[in-house]
């Protein structure tokens, strides 16, 4: 069993930045691919940025490249989601997501998942 605690979350004005933290615990294996994904009220929860091995390999969504940065510390099994240039249609309830063995931005390819932690973005 993994288990996932995010934090970093927030209320951030839009332009503004926030990080994300995810940390991992368990049986995990750092050569599999940990990701981000993100549920705002009303919409079904969708991909924002996923990482394999090292974290050398990255996938965004087409709406946060650019903008957001995934890394991966294995020394502490811990992924990270740089936010810049936040825009209100950002916020959401983030997750963090573990256990595919490839990178991937489908949901049901994932095993485990953090509590999630909500990022509001104001105009």
């Known amino acids: 069993q993994v288990q996932l605690v995010e934090s970093g979350g927030g209320l951030v004005q839009a332009g503004g930045s926030l990080r994300l933290s995810c940390t991992a615990s368990g049986r995990t294996f750092s050569g599999n691919a940990m990701g981000w994904f993100r549920q705002a009220p009303g919409k079904e929860r969708e991909f924002v940025a996923a990482?394999?091995?090292?974290?050398?390999?990255?996938y965004y969504a087409d709406s946060v490249k650019g903008r957001f940065t995934i890394s991966r510390d294995n020394t502490k099994n811990t992924v990270y989601l740089q936010m810049n240039s936040l825009k209100p249609e950002d916020t959401a309830v983030y997750y963090c997501?573990?256990?595919?063995?490839?990178?991937?931005?489908?949901?049901?390819?994932?095993?485990?998942w953090g509590q999630g932690t909500q990022v509001t973005v104001s105009s």
């Open positions: 990482t394999r091995g090292s974290g050398a390999i990255t």
């Open positions: 997501a573990s256990g595919a063995t490839i990178i991937s931005r489908e949901v049901s390819r994932y095993d485990y």
